[in-house]
T-cell receptor, first 116, second 114 residues
Framework: EAQVTQNPRYLITVTGKKLTVTCSQN?????MSWYRQDPGLGLRQIYY???????DKGDVPEGYKVSRKEKRNFPLILESPSPNQTSLYFC???????????????FGPGTRLTVL | AQSVTQLGSHVSVSEGALVLLRCNYS??????LFWYVQYPNQGLQLLLK??????LVKGINGFEAEFKKSETSFHLTKPSAHMSDAAEYFC????????????FGKGTLLTVNP
């Protein structure tokens, strides 16, 4: 089954304790992205990657890191989490179109993070 | 630059009534446009997309949307609402040459009353 998986689904942590949220896709997609969803703000892009070792900042990258060492995996790293990073996080993947715009993105189930 | 405005953060309809969710976009280049749906405690899934072919796009679950370039709109409609349509709906835009950036609107929560 084609899917994007994220782990963990729920996480409660404390300020400053480094954490990693994993994301994996089995569709051989070049493009992967992380979003955070906050009430009234919709989804905002954190980082994205167009291929292995190619990553770039989205709209709200501060406080986050990513890496893309393998095509299928795109972990999100919070080295020193703060309470304002409490949010619902989604990973997504898609193919790349020829025109420079993204095509259908497939989303993971989400990770609900609480930073105390 | 690209942006999306969804008019109405919350829309309430009766079962069987017309559903109309509004989306206006801004893009300096030809856009791809999408509607995604998010059911409670789930991720987002694609309802339909416009990719510069037919301007009237049909999606899953009886939804459709019409791309109107002159109005920069991509409103989502369904003739008859069902209880199972209750969810949050997001409009999104990705412009040609935008470096694959996808920009979402803030979402519209649809409530369906019996």
């Amino acid at each position: 089954e084609a899917q994007v998986t994220q782990n963990p689904r729920y996480l409660i942590t404390v300020t400053g304790k480094k954490l990693t949220v994993t994301c994996s896709q089995n569709m051989n997609h070049e493009y992967m992205s992380w979003y955070r969803q906050d009430p009234g703000l919709g989804l905002r892009q954190i980082y994205y990657s167009m291929n292995v070792e190619v990553t770039d900042k989205g709209d709200v990258p501060e406080g986050y890191k990513v890496s893309r060492k393998e095509k299928r995996n795109f972990p999100l790293i919070l080295e020193s989490p703060s309470p304002n990073q409490t949010s619902l996080y989604f990973c997504a993947s898609s193919t790349l179109s020829s025109g420079g715009h993204t095509d259908t993105q497939y989303f993971g189930p989400g990770t609900r993070l609480t930073v105390l | 630059a690209q942006s999306v405005t969804q008019l109405g953060s919350h829309v309430s309809v009766s079962e069987g009534a017309l559903v109309l969710l509004r989306c206006n976009y801004s893009s300096s280049v030809p856009p791809y446009l999408f509607w995604y749906v998010q059911y409670p405690n789930q991720g987002l899934q694609l309802l339909l997309k416009y990719t510069s072919a037919a301007t009237l796009v049909k999606g899953i679950n009886g939804f459709e949307a019409e791309f109107k370039k002159s109005e920069t709109s991509f409103h989502l409609t369904k003739p008859s609402a069902h209880m199972s349509d209750a969810a949050e709906y997001f409009c999104a835009v990705s412009g040609r040459g935008s470096n694959y950036k996808l920009t979402f609107g803030k979402g519209t929560l649809l409530t369906v009353n019996p």
